[in-house]
């Protein structure tokens, strides 16, 4: 019998290794300029946050973060509906903009278009709105750029990008980046609405090479691409009153790319311990199932339904877990925060241990 091989995101085109050195190359001239401003203007953070923080004076800071669909965008041209995916530029952004304790308010979008689609533009518009309104954030600006040359899709005359920035508001007191963060704070988790917008090239990969966009699953009540369409969560009304509550949150994290590995994006050294995970949405089962995706690559692409991370002090987790509910979000603990120099993440049910942008058995 032949042995199925495994699917990895390197042969699914993305080499996140050979992504790693060129950003370290881009940031040896690029962040050289944070130091050109210094008092109103300046750079509170450094360079691997979810979010930086621009002095605004008088105690104010401005938080920035940029981002974009990726590739989720190809699966919108293959179901040629496109009314979701600025859903997903808002969520993306805003979802950012909360891990350094600010409020999201306001984002400007840049659209690259091969051909100028007045119905395509409008459908991509519906999208954003929505994701605004969610989000309470206006929606300021943008650029339509038509770049015929430069934008490739799957569907001619449909190729597009979408890329967002946004913009919150934040104290300097108050910016959030775990510098507190004590042995023993507890990890909550908030569910993903499924795939969010990361891994969607490995995704692809493995069910067009399988089956059709359009094939309905059972366990998923729908298309698989109609699945990985489904928008990513917006957590701003929950967090905002986790953070407007008072509650002393250590940390915020988005679990986006690199999944858990996400947790070690702090200024603390410490490590983190999950004990417990919700089962994953089918989404993710079918994914590792068709594809073969071992463990260690499954946890390191996907979000495997949980979306977004908080970490605080034992005695208030159960308030952010009801305050979660009240947005009819579930949230769970996950497990707790050692001492730790190196940074490891253990997820215990999966017998993993994460360093370095890697899972290991």
């Given at each position: 019998?032949?042995v ?9 085109g ?5 992504v790693d ?15 050109f ?7 509170k ?17 401005l938080?920035?973060?940029t981002?974009?669909v ?11 509906k ?15 903009i ?12 840049y659209?690259?278009?091969?051909e100028?689609d ?5 459908e ?6 929505k994701?605004?309104?969610i ?5 300021s600006?943008?650029?339509i750029?038509?770049v015929?040359?430069?934008?490739k ?45 990361n ?8 069910f ?6 359009d ?21 701003v ?23 858990f ?8 050294d ?19 199932k068709?594809?073969n ?11 495997m ?16 877990i009801?305050i ?14 050692v ?9 215990k ?13």
């Open positions: 019998m032949k199925q091989e495994s699917v990895t995101y390197t042969k699914a993305v080499d996140t290794a050979k050195i060129g950003l370290k190359r881009l940031l040896a001239h690029v962040g050289r300029s944070l130091t401003r210094t008092n109103i203007g300046s750079v953070l450094g360079i691997g946050y979810f979010a930086n923080v621009i002095d605004l004076g008088q105690g104010s800071g938080a920035v973060a981002d974009g990726g590739t989720k965008i190809l699966i919108a041209q293959m179901m040629d496109y009314d979701s995916v600025g859903i997903d530029c808002i969520a993306m952004n805003v979802n950012d909360l891990c350094v304790g600010a409020e999201p308010i306001s984002l400007v979008d659209i690259a278009l091969c100028p007045p119905e395509l533009l409008e991509i518009g519906k999208g954003l709105l994701g605004a309104e989000a309470n954030i206006t929606i600006g943008g650029e750029a038509i015929k040359d430069m934008v899709g799957v569907r001619k005359n449909r190729e597009f990008d979408l890329v967002g920035t946004a913009v919150g508001t934040v104290s300097l007191d108050k910016i959030i980046v775990g510098a507190n963060i004590q042995e023993k704070d507890v990890i909550i988790g908030l569910s993903s609405s499924g795939i969010h917008s891994g969607l090239s490995l995704a692809r990969h493995i067009l090479k399988t089956g059709a966009i094939e309905h699953f059972d366990v998923l009540e729908k298309t698989i691409g109609a699945e990985l369409l489904e928008p990513t969560h917006i957590y009304p929950e967090i905002m009153e986790m953070i407007n509550s008072n509650l002393d949150i250590k940390a915020l994290m988005h679990i986006t790319g690199d999944g590995l996400n947790l070690t994006r702090v200024k603390s410490v490590g983190f311990v999950i004990e417990y995970l919700p089962e994953a949405p089918p989404i993710f089962t079918l994914l590792q068709r594809g995706v071992t463990d260690e690559e499954m946890f390191r692409v996907y979000n339904g949980i979306g977004f991370c908080v970490i605080l002090p034992e005695q208030e987790a159960e308030a952010a009801e979660a509910g009240r947005h009819k979000v579930d949230a769970f603990r996950l497990g707790y925060v001492k730790d120099p190196d940074k490891k993440v253990i997820i049910p999966a017998k993993l241990c994460g360093q370095n942008g890697q899972f290991y058995k």
